[in-house]
């Protein structure tokens, strides 16, 4: 699903538990990162559990590759909608994506507590940070 | 009787996203009675003024009214007046205490800790350990984070140590410890004994000269009181004897460039305008909680701790940590290899509020060799419904988890 499909998605679903269920399906989908590549260096500071993240380029189209994963199912949820936001973006352009605004639109930040809300805007931050260094 | 209680607490008859709200967090922060809100609302409409100062009739009011807190305080507590002094809570007296003692501390005397302290008391302690060379010993606790009593009686008599600071009752886990005989074991040596009351306080009403401890602290807003206020008891020797920790005005006696002179304990360690309105606040939670019967309040909250162990078991993968036969009514669990968070936030959308996380417990959390729990904490305004409630949300949340 790209970003708009899984925006309209939890847009339509009713109640909270069908969101989260949506959210940790879209968790469940995402490759979990091999053990090795779960180092401090790659670890997302300013989150309450554990989150990983490694952003490249691809060689030939010299688009975003971000992978990363987390240690609770509704974070890793919330990585494949920020990463599905991301990835396969230009690095030029991603500068002007706001993911933390789209969860504020979906309503996602209310929800959650402020320290996620705080998590989720320290991942986007690191992914604006690693961009701007491969630029 | 506790249906009728319910409903002196305004905040558990809201909707929270339109759901019933069950709170299961009164370890961290208890709600609060109608009669503590409606002094702290009175005290600002009708009775505002600083105390200790004015010639005028409202700040001798207030004063009146404030002083008084102190002896309702020295009463609960069952120790004189003169010893009980007004903190901004568990932690900021700790940290007097902490400063205050390691005058006393040398290289390698002991400080006696457990494992299961909240870091409110084990930081400042550490700090002063890391002033004065003094060294740290922990008492030892079981796999599942129970205090093994004897061996900590026997560790008490190898180490002699200078200073034991212990909670009454684990934040984290809920036991209660027995920490009048360790305070006993202590005596031969002079050891200087502190009690974290921060979560005993309301629950055990404890009787401090039956303790027998040389310090008490807790916090006003874990008993039903307003938040930023909280005390410190000092056996009044010992106490007097502290170092002044802060200074400032109210707790001088005389000031000149010369020099300063320094009031008595409890005044020495109250600088600046208190507290005044947290404490006529917490004034009206002890009226409240003192007129309830101890025993049956007790009893209750006992029998409610029972009914959540009993459901909670009859859930397969579920693991309750700590002691649960002496507890104050907490459960501490984690659930197969699912995250204390993911569970938190999925109770959170069926209305039910719980602590997820380590609890500000982190060496705790590293001897049980987890990264944290789900906790569930319970006052005597939680009933039986509350737990039918939460039992229902956590059955739902599980088969999310494991779709
Ligand atoms: C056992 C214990 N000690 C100390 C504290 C610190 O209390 P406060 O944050 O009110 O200063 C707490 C609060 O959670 C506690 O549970």
Not at chain 2, 88 to 93: I, L, N, R
């Amino acid at each position: 699903m790209d970003i708009n499909q899984i925006q309209s998605k939890l847009n339509s679903l009713k109640g909270w538990q069908a969101k989260y269920r949506e959210i940790m399906l879209l968790g469940k989908q995402l490759p979990a990162l091999p053990e090795p590549l779960k180092t401090p260096d790659a670890q997302v500071k300013g989150c309450e559990s554990n989150v990983w993240l490694h952003l490249d380029l691809d060689e030939s189209q010299q688009r975003l590759v971000i992978i990363a994963d987390s240690d609770t199912r509704i974070v890793k949820g919330l990585l494949a909608i920020i990463l599905a936001c991301y990835n396969n973006a230009l690095p030029q352009d991603a500068q002007s994506i706001d993911a933390y605004q789209l969860f504020e639109e979906m309503g996602l930040i209310k929800h959650l507590s402020p320290s996620r809300g705080n998590g989720v805007k320290a991942i986007v931050e690191q992914i604006k940070r690693q961009v701007e260094v491969l630029q | 009787m506790i249906e009728q209680l319910r409903k002196d607490f305004p905040l558990l008859q809201n909707l929270v996203d339109e759901q019933p709200l069950c709170y299961f967090d009164s370890a961290a922060t208890t709600q609060k009675p109608q009669v503590v809100i409606d002094a702290v609302n009175q005290f600002y409409h009708q009775e505002n003024a600083n105390v200790h100062r004015g010639a005028h009739t409202l700040s001798a009011q207030a004063t009146t009214k404030y002083e008084a807190v102190r002896d309702k305080l020295a009463k609960y507590l069952n120790v004189q007046r003169n010893e009980v002094v007004w903190t901004k809570g568990a932690t900021d007296s700790l940290n007097l205490l902490a400063y205050g003692l390691t005058n006393i501390l040398g290289q390698d005397d002991v400080i006696v800790l457990s494992p299961l302290e909240h870091h409110a008391n084990i930081v400042p302690w550490q700090q002063a350990a890391e002033k004065t060379g003094a060294k740290i010993a922990l008492l030892p606790i079981s796999k599942e984070g129970v205090l093994d009593q004897s061996a900590a009686i026997e560790l008490i008599r190898d180490t002699k140590p200078k200073i034991i600071s212990l909670c009454h009752a684990s934040n984290a886990l809920g036991n209660i410890h027995d920490v009048k005989q360790l305070i006993e074991a202590s005596k031969p040596y002079g050891t200087i004994t502190v009690v974290d009351g921060a979560q005993s306080f309301m629950h055990l009403r404890p009787d401090l000269k039956a303790l027998d401890c040389d310090f008490f602290v807790f916090s006003a807003h874990k008993a039903l009181g307003p938040t930023g206020v909280g005390g410190l008891y000092g056996r009044y020797d010992l106490l007097n004897n502290l170092p002044v920790y802060q200074t400032g005005g109210e707790m001088i006696d005389t000031v000149s460039f010369a020099g300063t002179t320094f009031r008595n304990a409890p005044e020495k360690f109250e600088p600046g305008t208190p507290n005044i309105c947290g404490v006529i606040g917490f004034g009206a939670a002890l009226d409240y909680l003192t007129s309830l019967n101890k025993n049956e309040l007790l009893a209750y909250e006992q029998s409610l701790h029972q009914y959540l162990l009993t459901r909670l078991r009859q859930i397969d993968g579920i693991k309750i940590w700590g002691d649960n036969k002496n507890n104050i009514g907490v459960v501490s669990f984690t659930y197969k290899n699912e995250h204390h968070f993911d569970i938190a936030t999925l109770l959170n959308s069926y209305g039910i509020a719980v602590r997820s996380g380590h609890h500000c417990t982190q060496p705790l959390m590293a001897h049980l060799n987890i990264t944290g729990t789900v906790r569930v904490s319970l006052a005597f305004y939680n009933n039986q419904q509350d737990i039918d409630s939460f039992i229902a949300a956590l059955m739902e949340t599980i088969e999310m988890l494991e779709e």
